[in-house]
């Protein structure tokens, strides 16, 4: 069975110093990262908190009903009070031995890692708790106060988390899944992250600072949750998240983790900002076995102006090329524009090209 070393201070630990050393010694002793993850149901071994906390500790905390016996002798388990007790410490309100989270990080790092400053007393026991592997979706401050703290995927009041390329709510992207979440990162979409035990609101992390050890199929993720969403006739209303949901997982399905792409009309490489899935159907057109062809019925067109051009009619696509729709009136500057696409290839044109006859004969087109 493997071991863990631990460390305890050899000098006796007074005031803050010993409240955050306390509360280090509780989450170290069920093998957990923060404070919020901390239990009444997780069993600790009577040993190890003997040894961190000091026995005196141990009996002074099961005389206050902090702490109770667990089915065996050699086990430990922390009551509701005793949560509470450690909590208020942490929220400022305990006095004299309140401390911050820092602080609590700070000792929790030296019961794992010992000090380069401190005389230490070191315990060597096998792993019978559970071990301290980082969690499988996670980020760490790299600066600042709380520098070195794990973030975690932020969980709004309504149980959703948040997908999105940007700080701006525009971009947000809500979700309800967190392996819908973290198929999206692992596409390059960041998230909204936070940690309960400091005193901030969650921030924007970027992909590339994301740590995910998942080993879902991203892919296949996204197809299980498209599929589902297919099923839907309409969005209207506050359905209208789904249809923001569905746009953002084609759109990440159909770039397979491509920073950028072309637009299939244009042709320009453009980032994924840049980048919608454009249905060349309407969805609310499609049946529910069209929906279903997500590599065909979508399409990734630009936002500067290919998508809005095409969804309006002012071009559309027959036999594998790009022509401009003469029943519609374009004002000079709007024709230089549309003249850029003229006869340029449609690389789709193969797989979709039943979706683009549907589209260019609802605006007109004579089919031959």
Known sequence: MPHSVFFRPQAELLGKALSAHTIAAFIAAQGVHQLEQLTSVRTMRRDLLEFLLRKRAIDYWMGNHWLLAGRKTTEL?????GLRKLEDRVKGRAGAQSVTSIQVHQALTAIHEGSEHDLMNKLEVEVSVPDRTPPDFFAVKSSGQHKGMFLYPHRYADGSYVATTSRYSTDYIYIEHLDELSALVRLGYGARMSNPALSQGPSYIAHSKINISRTDNSLEVLRRYLSALAGYDDFDGVALTKYRKEQAFLRAYLLGGRKQA?????????PQELLVAAHIKPRSKASRSERLDFE??????????????????????AEGKIYINPSRNLSPHLNKSVELLVNRTAENWLGSSAYYKWHAKSFGWKLQ
């Open 77 to 81: 388990l922390l009551t509701d009070s």
């Open 262 to 270: 072309a637009c299939v009309l244009c042709g320009r490489m453009l």
């Open 296 to 317: 065909n019925i979508a399409a990734l067109m630009c936002s500067l102006g290919c998508d809005s051009l095409f969804e309006k009619g002012f071009v559309y696509v």
